[in-house]
């Protein structure tokens, strides 16, 4: 392991106090696409990395476990986190472009959501079984039952609803897409809660849940496609002034 006297020669920004979990991230991305440390590497500690970037533990911890559901890094309970040797899931994170929260880029993002999970609708209702239902409309009371001014909570819940149906369809590029483009999504749903609440999308899950409940192929692809052209047109309709870039 190369430890702190190597780490303190790499090149690393200074850390401002907004958005710190996105921007330990990115410099965390950064330093492994330039192969800082080799594959099957142990990186510093999250104590170590505390200290390098001058920020709280709970900021290095959520950045680390970004960069493990992306499958750059694995964590190891009691030896510490490993770079993942190159992989067709890492080579398929290289190979989405690096895109700026920009309205723009975030509405290319949810038109490609909207091919992938309008399309993967007929392949989840056949893997579907009473035990995925249940869970599912689990994760809908949950949103149903969400105070509207917890916006984390909402987008979480959110986030795990659409998860979950790509864990459903088993297919694993579908979700390996879901887990690289996650960061990309939360930022986009966060923009419509934080404009025009969430009464809406939980109306929508409701409905993707009673379609799948009828193992309603159609029904469930035209919920899907109005709810994701839902919350594009209001991408659309939230002006450059309101649009809140957080990356």
């Known amino acids: 392991m190369k430890g702190l006297e190597h780490v303190q020669n790499l090149k690393i920004s200074a850390i401002n106090t907004q958005k710190v979990h996105h921007q330990v991230y990115n410099q965390l991305k950064r330093l492994l696409m330039q192969r800082a440390w080799k594959a099957g590497e142990k990186i510093p500690s999250e104590h170590q990395l505390t200290l390098m970037f001058g920020v709280s533990r709970i900021s290095v911890k959520s950045a680390i476990k970004s960069l493990v559901a992306q499958g750059f890094l694995d964590t190891r309970q009691g030896e510490g986190t490993f770079v993942l040797d190159a992989s067709i899931d890492q080579n398929l994170t290289l190979l989405i472009p690096m895109m700026n929260y920009t309205r723009e880029s975030l509405l290319e993002v949810l038109q490609f959501r909207r091919m992938i999970e309008v399309g993967m609708m007929p392949v989840v209702i056949e ?26 909570q909402i987008v979480d819940l959110d986030l795990e609803f659409h998860r979950r149906l790509c864990t459903i369809a088993q297919n694993r590029l579908v979700l390996k897409v879901n887990e690289i483009l996650s960061e990309l999504y939360r930022h986009s749903i966060t923009n419509v809660v934080e404009n025009f609440g969430s009464v809406l999308g939980r109306v929508y899950y409701r409905k993707i849940y009673n379609t799948l409940v009828d193992r309603d192929i159609e029904a469930a692809k035209n919920t899907m496609e109005e709810h994701l052209m839902r919350t594009i047109n209001e991408i659309e309709q939230i002006s450059a002034e309101r649009f809140q870039c957080r990356a």
């Open 127 to 152: 893997h579907l079984s009473e035990t995925h239902l249940e869970t599912i409309e689990k994760s809908v009371q949950r949103l149903e039952q969400t105070d509207e001014s917890m916006t984390n």
